[in-house]
């Protein structure tokens, strides 16, 4: 099989990032290498995001710059997936004419076949139909050699007032455990040390099937797999955080001390209008038995700026949520009107200045947060998984503490992909320095 080049630019979050791992696993399977240049592909697959409009009109803006690339090369396949090709399907052929391909992340799985459809018949193929049954196990073509992305699910049932995901990713679907477990064990094979699970309410896996595994066992399996030394997961519902999760992540020694807890507001009337099916007083108690189980804990969350009606009273309960919880980190993003969502067409949007005025004191808040905890760690010793040679200074190397902080140290090549213990000895709010510690 000669061998062609395929590129993919990917929008949006890691579940996308690794949707694209999926597609060039596939098509690894076909004869495609990836390359980082566009204008030397046989193919482009440009793996989209619209959870914010900006997202989506940059995937669009580049999928017209690829096109113009099939004038030269009558033959390069071009082709749209994730989000906004779930959501648009046939519009977007309309739109570019020289489009062959145009699928949803559920469809990635029927990437060959839809491949084998545009050679045979040469006709643009749209597939954006959710498929019965559990997601496939699909091979990926990860670039990471230490750290490994593993979706166990698909889709989400919960119908946030803000978000275009159960439209774009479909009802909520999980994979099989065992073909999870054979996949961790793979992985572990390869040499992999840590895992992230993923999944967009990841702690609700197993609802679906009818196999009786519920996240907590998946994880304890998970943590029976000889090799891997560290698991991680994203992104847990509050809703889901259950007492048997909550004690389950205390006592199986592969779970990292860290959890990223999506809060969104401090506000109950702003959750309440949210649909997020939680309020302050049920959020605060799994931050705290989780810290009473576990005193190394990191937590971090995601929060959105002037959600519709979003008073000056609400973002300050937000402030408080977001000084009280002691976040390691904090995502804030204004919020962003999606077509087809019911906050979209709400009347009482927040004008845009508002937004920036309260971004700029959650900013402030978060940084002054994160560096006070960061400074904490100074003088301790932390355990470090290194990635590979710092981007800031090549002359040393980067990983991350199991409470995901990054450190950056001196060290030899051979340590990539080790776990290392490191001194820390310097701060800043985004990431910690540190000395090796000999033996
Ligand atoms: S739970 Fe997450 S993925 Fe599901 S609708 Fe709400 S924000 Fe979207």
């Known amino acids: 099989m000669s061998t062609k080049r395929l590129y993919i630019k990917t929008f949006g979050c890691q579940m996308n990032v690794h949707d694209s791992e999926r597609i060039g696993g596939l098509l690894r399977d076909e004869g ?3 390359t980082e240049k566009p204008d030397e592909a046989d193919m482009i697959i440009v793996n989209t995001c619209n959870i914010r409009e900006k997202s989506e009109q940059k995937a669009y803006s580049d999928l017209g710059r690829f096109a113009m690339l099939k004038r030269d090369k009558p033959d390069l396949i071009l082709g749209m997936a994730g989000c906004v090709a779930q959501k648009d399907g046939e519009k977007v052929l309309k739109r570019y004419k020289g489009l062959d391909l145009v699928f949803g992340s559920s469809n990635i799985e029927n990437v060959p076949q839809m491949l084998q459809t545009i050679t045979l018949n040469a ?36 119908h946030c007032a803000f978000c275009v995901v159960p439209m774009t990713r479909g009802r909520e679907r999980s994979r099989l455990s065992a073909e999870i477990v054979q996949e961790v064990s793979h992985l572990a094979e390869a040499g992999y040390k840590e895992i992230t699970l993923l999944g967009q309410t990841v702690n609700s896996y197993g609802k679906s099937l009818e196999e009786g595994v519920d996240f907590a066992d998946l994880l304890r399996m998970l943590n029976a797999v000889d090799g891997i030394e560290r698991i991680r997961f ?115 949007q927040i004008p845009d200045e508002v937004k920036d005025a309260r971004f700029a004191r959650l900013s402030a808040l978060e940084k002054a947060l994160a560096r006070e905890k960061n400074r904490r760690l100074i003088d301790t ?59």
């Open 32 to 34: 495609y290498r990836l």
């Open 123 to 158: 006709q643009p193929v749209v597939m954006v139909l959710e498929p019965p049954g559990p997601p496939k196990t699909t091979p990926a073509d990860r670039k990471d050699r230490v750290r490994a992305w593993v979706s166990i699910m698909e889709g989400c049932d919960r």
């Open 234 to 348: 994203m992104s847990p519902h509050p809703s889901d955080m259950n007492p048997k999760l909550i004690e389950t992540m205390a006592e199986l020694p592969k779970i990292c001390e860290f959890l990223h807890l999506p809060l969104q507001s401090g506000s109950d009337a702003v959750l309440k209008r949210m649909g997020r099916g939680y309020t302050l007083n049920e959020y605060r108690p799994i931050v705290e038995r989780l810290r009473r189980l576990v005193p190394d804990m990191a937590f971090s969350t995601d929060i959105i700026i002037g959600f519709p009606g979003e008073t000056e009273d609400d973002f300050k309960k937000t402030l408080d949520a977001v000084a009280e919880f002691e976040y390691d980190n904090v995502y804030y993003f204004h919020y962003s009107q999606r077509p087809n969502t019911p906050a979209a067409q709400w009347e009482d």
């Open 381 to 439: 010793v932390q355990e470090v998984l290194v990635e590979g040679r710092s981007k800031r200074d090549r002359a040393k190397l980067t990983g991350r503490t199991r409470s995901n902080k990054l450190v950056h140290f001196e060290g030899d090549d051979r340590e990539i992909g080790c776990l290392i213990n490191v001194r820390i000895t310097f701060a800043s709010s985004t990431y910690l320095e540190g000395m090796r510690i000999e033996g």
